[in-house]
C-alpha cells in the first residue's frame, strides 16, 4: 500500500475555514452521488457512492484531469478529500475549477467516522469509501482551494523553516568534528543556507506585498511586540483562521490551550495558580501562556482590522 505522506499544517480541524467555507447551494438528494478521493503522494484513489465504482489515478497534473473527467463523467454532485499538506492541492483546484463541490474531511474526522461505522481495516479503498459516506452527512460544506498567493506564501515559509532546520543540524555537528576539511565543509554548507534564507525572505516579502490582504494583516500582526516579519508570515500562512476565531478557538489552533493537567488537573491548576513545579515545566508553562496570549491578541486585532496601540480602543471606537 502506497506509504502516505506526512501531515502538516493543513491538517487541522478548522482546516476548511482557512479554506474558504462556504454553504452548499442545496443539500444531497437521496439519488445524488458522492465522491471520496484517498490521497497518497503518488497516486489518487477514488470510489463512488452508491455503487462502490472505484478506480485509481497518478497523483499529476494529468492524472488529477483524468479523475475529473471520470467523476464528471459518472454525474459525482460531491467529492470528499482527506487534506494532506501540498498533495491534495492540485486536484481540490481541477475538481473546484470543474464546479464540482469539495468537501475537506481532518483526518481524525475521518478516523473517527470510519470506527463508528465499525471499519477498523485501513487500506486506500476503505478509506476513499468511508470518505464518501461522510460526505453524505448533513452540513458537509464547501471548501474553496486556497489562492494563487496564500499557496506560495505557505511553501515559502515551509521552505525556510526547513533551511532554518537543516543549518541547526550542522551547527550541532560542528562540536563533532575539530578543525580541518570537514568542518570547512559544513561552514561553507551553513553560509550557503544562509545566503538561500536570505533569498526566501526576499521571496516572503514580497509576495506579501502583492497581495493587499496579505499584506494588511502582516502589517498587523507586526505591530505587536514579540512578532516580527518572518513570525508574522508564518501566522499570515499557517493560521489564515486568524481574525475569524473565538479566543479559545485561537489558542486551540496554535496548540496553546491552557496548561492544567500534569498528573490530574487539580495538580496542574496548582501549579498554575503558584505551587512550585520544576523549573524546566515553569519555563514551559511559561512560554506556553506568553504565546497562548500572542495568538489570542492577534486573532482580535485582525478580526478588529486595527494594530495594536498601548492603551486599548473603547468599544465606540472597535464598533
Known sequence: MQQKPRLGDDSHSLYC??????KNERELAATDLVAGVDISKARLDAQIEPGAVARSFANNAGGCRAARDWLRGHGVRRVVLEPTGRYHRALHRCL???????????????????????RLAKTDRIDAAMLALFGRLPERRRARPLDRNLRQLKDLVSARAACVEERANRRKRLSEFPSGPAADALERLNAATDREI?????????????????????AILQSVAGIGPVSAAALCADMPELGRLGAKQAAALAGTAPFASDSGTARGARHIRGGRPRPRKALYMAATAVIRKLVVLANALLRDNRAWQPQPPSREAVA
Open 198 to 218: 536570505g533569498v526566501l525572505d526576499r521571496a516572503l516579502a514580497e509576495t506579501l506585498a502583492a497581495d493587499k490582504a496579505l499584506a494588511r494583516r502582516a
Open 96 to 118: 473546484d475549477e470543474a464546479g464540482l463541490e469539495v468537501v475537506l474531511a481532518g483526518p481524525l474526522q475521518a478516523r473517527q467516522f470510519a470506527r463508528s461505522m465499525g
Open 17 to 22: 475555514i482557512a479554506e474558504g467555507h462556504m
